[in-house]
T-cell receptor
Framework: EPEVTQTPSHQVTQMGQEVILRCVPI?????FYWYRQILGQKVEFLVS????????KSEIFDDQFSVERPDGSNFTLKIRSTKLEDSAMYFC???????????FGAGSRLTVL | RKEVEQDPGPFNVPEGATVAFNCTYS??????FFWYRQDCRKEPKLLMS???SGNEDGRFTAQLNRASQYISLLIRDSKLSDSATYLC?????????????FGTGTQLKVEL
């Protein structure tokens, strides 16, 4: 079964450092997403990406965050100047179209010290 | 009011029991509804979509009441492997496609 793969599985960083989380969506999917889940809290939408641009973003997704699809396979989330409260599990997801079911990756756990 | 509200549980039930979870949502523009399952520190996985007429998938039955903005999940003959957190999820279709709004989840523990 096709999978969404994410790297790294766990990243520890110092406050103020930049982090890049990587995702390889399912190959024929056209829509890409990032969600995050702070420990013990709900899964929250960050951003959706289609046709090489952001199609929607939440209020969480401020100037500290950016996404990019640098080549035909990777989809990255960059967090600049990380804060303690950025510590969370970050899930990448993809779907074939905007109405279809999302497939989530296994997540990247970010710990900011 | 929370966008998607669930009883956090935990629900501790014996194997073989029937258990029901409820969920309410606040946005009447919500168009699609789902139950996801999340195991500890894992990604959410789709359990089933929820249709207005109600739908069943094996031991799992989902119901939707649009007038009351209420969704339910019934698990019959529960198994140890059903132990997980069950997430109520709604989708509002926007130009961005799949923006899902998750509830905080209801934890189920099935015991021998």
């Amino acid at each position: 079964e096709p999978e969404v793969t994410q790297t790294p599985s766990h990243q520890v960083t110092q406050m103020g450092q930049e982090v890049i989380l990587r995702c390889v969506p399912i190959s024929n999917h056209l829509y890409f997403y990032w969600y995050r889940q702070i420990l013990g809290q709900k899964v929250e939408f960050l951003v959706s990406f289609y046709n090489n641009e952001i199609s929607e973003k939440s209020e969480i997704f401020d100037d500290q965050f950016s996404v990019e699809r640098p080549d035909g396979s990777n989809f990255t989330l960059k967090i600049r100047s990380t804060k303690l409260e950025d510590s969370a599990m970050y899930f990448c997801a993809s779907s074939w179209d905007g109405n279809n079911v999302l497939t989530f990756g296994a997540g990247s756990r970010l710990t900011v010290l | 009011r929370k966008e998607v509200e669930q009883d956090p549980g935990p629900f501790n039930v014996p194997e073989g029991a029937t258990v029901a979870f409820n969920c309410t949502y606040s946005n009447s523009a919500s168009q699609s509804f789902f139950w996801y399952r999340q195991d500890c520190r894992k990604e959410p996985k789709l359990l089933m979509s929820v249709y207005s007429s109600g739908n069943e998938d094996g031991r799992f039955t989902a119901q939707l009441n649009r007038a009351s903005q209420y969704i339910s999940l019934l698990i019959r003959d529960s198994k140890l492997s059903d132990s997980a957190t069950y997430l109520c999820v709604v989708r509002i279709l926007t130009g961005g496609g799949n923006k899902l709004t998750f509830g905080t989840g209801t934890q189920l523990k099935v015991e021998l």
